[in-house]
């Protein structure tokens, strides 16, 4: 088993910044995969950032060039930096992991509005 725990989300203006955070903890050696995914009211979960072992990474459309993802492998955590946030970046962020199965943390909300 593994447990993701995120911490970072809050309230943020239009064009500000956020840093989030997600430790892992359990069975990490079997995670090649760790990323970020979120998820507004009646809408589909959607993929916002992934990261390899190896450091490869994917973005949505959406984000590039102004989400930043990041993993410490030491720490078994990977971060997610949002830059110029939008009100449309509104939305409950997840972390995700891939190993032997898929993992999902808690969620922390991010509200970016004036």
């Known amino acids: 088993q593994v447990q993701l725990v995120e911490s970072g989300g809050g309230l943020v203006q239009p064009g500000g910044s956020l840093r989030l955070s997600c430790a892992a903890s359990?069975?990490?050696?079997?995670?090649?995969?760790m990323g970020w995914y979120r998820q507004t009211p009646g809408k589909q979960r959607e993929l916002v950032a992934t990261?390899?072992?190896?450091?490869?990474?994917n973005y949505a459309d959406s984000v590039k060039g102004r989400f930043t993802i990041a993993r410490d492998n030491a720490k078994n955590t990977v971060y997610l930096r949002m830059n110029s946030l939008k009100p449309e970046d509104t939305a409950v962020y997840y972390c995700?992991?891939?190993?032997?199965?898929?993992?999902w943390g808690q969620g922390t909300q991010v509200t970016v509005s004036s």
């Open positions: 359990g069975s990490i050696f079997s995670i090649y995969t």
């Open positions: 995700n992991a891939v190993g032997f199965t898929e993992y």
């Open positions: 990261i390899t072992t190896g450091g490869s990474t």
